[in-house]
């Protein structure tokens, strides 16, 4: 059974940092595309970051863009979401996910594995 198990949310204060980790198992993931997003509370799952299977692809959001990157160690069979700088406007659970192709992805529907996710929330 594939599992994403993410962890590392937390309350933290604006301006604050956190590193997400997303461990798989039950298949290794080493060749496939990896992301995450997020969702707010009354709003769609939104893309966050992305990374090809060999970690030299990345894409972010521009919301994020110079404050997160994403990072992924095939032999641990991990990514991760280093997150810098936090505004009140990055609170949300953060979703893992995994896709069956090798590429990195922004679209939601790309994604063929997700976790139960984990809760950021940034005070101001």
């Known amino acids: 059974q594939v599992k994403l198990v993410e962890s590392g949310g937390g309350l933290v204060q604006a301006g604050d940092s956190l590193r997400l980790s997303c461990v798989a198992s039950?298949?290794?993931?080493?060749?496939?595309?990896m992301g995450w997003f997020r969702q707010a509370p009354g709003k769609e799952r939104e893309f966050v970051a992305t990374?090809?299977?060999?970690?030299?692809?990345?894409y972010y959001a521009n919301s994020v863009k110079g404050r997160f990157t994403i990072s992924r160690d095939n032999a641990k069979n991990t990514v991760y979401l280093q997150m810098n700088s936090l505004k009140p406007e990055d609170t949300a659970v953060y979703y893992c996910?995994?896709?069956?192709?090798?590429?990195?992805?922004?679209?939601?529907?790309?994604?063929?594995?997700w976790g139960q996710g984990t809760q950021v929330t940034v005070s101001s």
């Open positions: 996910a995994a896709r069956l192709a090798a590429g990195w992805d922004v679209r939601r529907d790309e994604y063929n594995y």
């Open positions: 039950g298949r290794t993931f080493s060749s496939n595309g």
């Open positions: 990374i090809n299977w060999a970690g030299d692809r990345l």
